[in-house]
């Protein structure tokens, strides 16, 4: 299975309103990094975490390592949200990660007036 | 956002040709990665360095792949034989190290025709 569970897959949201995507994993996620993919590829950092909570601006991100997930909240979304958001957990062990990233399948959010 | 740099942003090969790809990551990160990403949102890990020596790799990297990040020189990233499943997004990122933040470049669109 999906060792980085994403969801939902696809979401529409009307301008103004708020959501919630998450990401639940089955490996033992240590960091967690959420990222917007533009149409032409670039993937945009928002938050990098360990578990705790960050916020930054219409956006707040939590990783909680020991339930295995991490949410990222979009408030009053806007036009320019739109685009596919992508998690991505660096898991430890004790033979090292070598630092990879397991991504997750992406949510594409759509954004209407 | 990032500073990394990729190129080509396109590649057009056909099937057996040899393709060829450039990244020069951000100034003080001795950590570069390479992920394909495929029309379905699926990305695999290819490889990554520290400084010059490889720290990772898949096994298909290990056959029909090579890379290299030589010291003051782009990384790079070649298919010895590119095949019509090659196609996809190649996303370079780099990062300062173990957990942290990895940092993405606009990525190589290859079409294997």
């Known amino acids: 299975g999906d060792k980085v569970k994403q969801s939902p897959s696809a979401l529409s949201l009307q301008e103004g309103t708020n959501s919630a995507l998450r990401c639940n994993f089955s490996i033992a996620a240590t960091t967690v990094q959420w990222f917007l993919q533009n149409p032409r590829g670039s993937l945009m950092n928002l938050f990098y975490?360990?578990?705790g909570t960050k916020e930054n601006g219409r956006l707040k991100s939590a990783f909680d390592s020991k339930e295995s997930y991490s949410t990222l909240h979009i408030r009053d979304a806007q036009l320019e949200d739109s685009g596919t958001y992508f998690c991505?957990?660096?898991?430890?062990?004790?033979?090292?990660?070598?630092?990879?990233?397991?991504f997750g399948k992406g949510t594409l959010l759509t954004v209407t007036p | 956002n990032s500073k990394v740099i990729q190129t080509p942003r396109y590649l057009v090969k056909g099937q057996g040709q040899k393709a060829k790809m450039r990244c020069i990551p951000e100034?003080?990160?001795?950590?570069v990665f390479w992920y394909q990403q495929n029309k379905n949102n699926e990305f695999k890990f290819l490889i990554n360095?520290?400084?010059?020596?490889?720290?990772?790799q898949i096994d298909m990297t290990e056959k029909r792949f090579s890379a290299e990040c030589p010291s003051n020189s782009p990384c790079s990233l070649e298919i010895q034989s590119s095949e019509a499943g090659d196609s996809a997004l190649y996303l370079c990122?780099?990062?300062?190290?173990?957990?942290?933040?990895?940092?993405f470049g606009p990525g190589t669109r290859l079409l294997v025709l």
């Open positions: 991505a957990a660096e898991a430890g062990n004790s033979g090292g990660s070598n630092y990879k990233l397991t």
């Open positions: 360095f520290q400084n010059q020596e490889v720290l990772q």
């Open positions: 990122a780099s990062s300062r190290g173990h957990q942290d933040t990895q940092y």
């Open positions: 975490l360990v578990p």
């Open positions: 100034k003080g990160h001795p950590v």
